[in-house]
């Protein structure tokens, strides 16, 4: 079993190390590959629950943090002001709303990630899901997660525009 720790840094490290913009993408990145690609008990650490805005778990932003804190991650803060004049259709609004966190790994992790990365059963598949659903608009993953795993939309703020 993988750690949560090791996870996020492996999913961060996925892609070529593309960012991933926002908690709410993270934690639903983190959720669907580890339920889709039946890492169920890797998936249980995380104390995934319905929320908001559908599967969270406290657990991430915490770990976040702590990564930041020992200079293995980068977050940023990108202002999303000028989205608003932007098309963004039917996307989330960042939960700061005029701003949202951006995630990624610093050398230093980036150095980490390469030793995690061993402990992944098949990393492929996690790179090959990253570069795939980091890049859909954070609206068309919650889309995805909510059809595929409607328990996880029993608290949603939102689910009346995914039915």
């Known amino acids: ?11 961060l490290y996925a892609d070529n190390c593309e960012s991933v913009h926002g908690i709410t993408k993270i934690e639903k ?3 669907y590959f580890l339920n889709k690609f039946k890492y169920l008990e890797d998936a249980k650490s995380f104390g995934f629950e319905a929320y908001r805005f559908g599967p969270h778990s ?17 977050i940023y803060l990108h202002n999303t002001d000028n989205l608003l004049d932007l098309d963004v ?3 989330i609004k960042p939960i700061y709303y005029d701003k949202q966190e951006i995630y990624s790994l610093t050398p230093k ?13 098949d ?3 996690l790179d090959q899901f990253k570069n795939k659903f980091n890049n859909f608009k ?26």
């Not at 993988?2 to 999913?11: G, Y």
């Not at 657990?59 to 991650?73: N, S, T, V």
């Not at 992790?109 to 059963?121: E, F, L, S, Y």
């Not at 059809?147 to 525009?161: G, L």
């Open 1 to 11: 079993m993988t750690n949560k720790i090791e996870w996020i840094i492996a999913l």
């Open 109 to 121: 992790g980036r150095a980490i990630a390469k030793k995690v990365i061993q402990k992944i059963p």
């Open 138 to 163: 954070l609206d068309k993953l919650i889309r995805i997660v909510y059809s595929e795993f409607p328990n996880m939309t029993t608290k949603s703020e939102i689910i009346d525009r995914y039915r």
């Open 58 to 74: 406290d657990f991430i932003r915490d770990i976040l943090y702590a990564l930041r804190d020992k200079e293995i991650i980068n």
């Open 89 to 91: 259709g039917d996307e």
């Open 29 to 31: 990145l983190l959720f």
């Open 123 to 125: 990393f492929k598949q």
